[in-house]
């Protein structure tokens, strides 16, 4: 397999005074390059430790992490992150916002910035490109965030909920155009969410974690006429209640 992401044998512990908490064990898991993976387990379970570890905010207490073949020793461009709130500054315009990742990382050029616009274009917000946050609505302001992620070209995308604040319907729009606008940059992501349904609706495989400590439990694999359909088409799929309910059941019908 032509890995984009490589996880092996990642073990993390939290040491504080009070304690030292096993969060992950013995994690292994590989991702093909354009491959999207969704990561769900009930909460605690780890899932924002393997992202931030992967991301290379945290060194694993164990075990290493490769992104394109490279060893993760820090934050590099190569990893976009999408979190759940937008991080956007408010006294920044929305093109200023969309620029930031490249700004920080000493990259913005000319033609950078010319490719901003571009991608500003492509999420319908090029005329909102004066404009400040407040002015914007939330999906409006995540798609901001998209564009600042995919700004610096990353190999990797981890998108840890960045639909949960939204309202339902933004939510199904934004899980659209986040699928289409991946496929079409063939790029690689990793989903941390808790919502089955958005998992199934988004990948092309799950992995599904165990809590205390963390630990890989099960892997689906989404069937190819879920896949290849818009999340919002792939719900309306005869096989993907059939899926649902499979995933609902290995959680014993509680929270994911
Ligand atoms: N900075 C930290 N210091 C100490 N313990 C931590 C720290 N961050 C996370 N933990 C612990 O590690 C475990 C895994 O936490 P993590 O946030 O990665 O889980 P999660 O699956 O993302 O949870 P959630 O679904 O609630 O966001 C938990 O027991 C948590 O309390």
């Known amino acids: 397999m032509d890995s984009a992401v490589t996880v092996n044998h990642v073990t993390q512990v939290y040491v504080t005074e009070e304690r030292a908490t096993l969060a992950v064990q013995g994690i292994d898991f590989a991702i093909a390059r354009g491959e999207f993976v ?4 009930p909460s605690g379970c780890g899932k924002t430790t393997l992202l931030s570890i992967i991301a290379g905010l945290i060194r694993p207490t164990a075990g290493t992490v490769t992104v394109a073949g490279n060893p993760v020793n820090g934050p590099s461009t190569r990893v976009g992150y999408m979190l759940q709130q937008d991080y956007l500054f408010p006294w920044r315009t929305i093109e200023a916002n969309a620029c930031m990742g490249l700004e920080i990382a000493g990259l913005l050029t000319k033609e950078k910035k010319q490719g901003v ?3 500003l274009e492509e999420m319908g917000l090029y005329s ?3 404009y400040y946050p407040s002015q914007l609505s939330g999906g ?4 901001v965030a998209l564009v600042r992620t995919l700004a610096t070209e990353p190999e990797l995308l981890l998108l840890d909920e960045p639909f949960s604040a939204l309202d339902y319907q933004t939510k199904l729009q934004l899980e ?3 699928v289409e606008t991946l496929q079409a940059k063939k790029k690689t992501a990793l989903l941390v969410t808790h919502d089955i349904s958005e998992a199934i609706a988004m990948s092309d495989r799950i992995i599904v974690l165990d809590p205390n400590p ?3 439990r099960q892997e689906f694999h989404i ?3 879920i896949r ?3 999340p919002f088409e792939a719900r309306e799929l005869p096989g993907f209640h059939a899926l649902f309910r499979l995933i609902w059941q290995e959680f014993g019908g509680h929270e994911a």
Do not use: A, Y
């Open 38 to 41: 969704s990561l769900i387990g």
């Open 117 to 119: 616009l571009h991608l």
């Open 128 to 130: 909102f490109k004066d």
């Open 140 to 143: 409006m302001r995540q798609r």
């Open 176 to 178: 659209d155009l986040v």
């Open 214 to 216: 963390g630990r890989m």
């Open 223 to 225: 069937p190819e006429e």
């Open 228 to 230: 290849t359909s818009v």
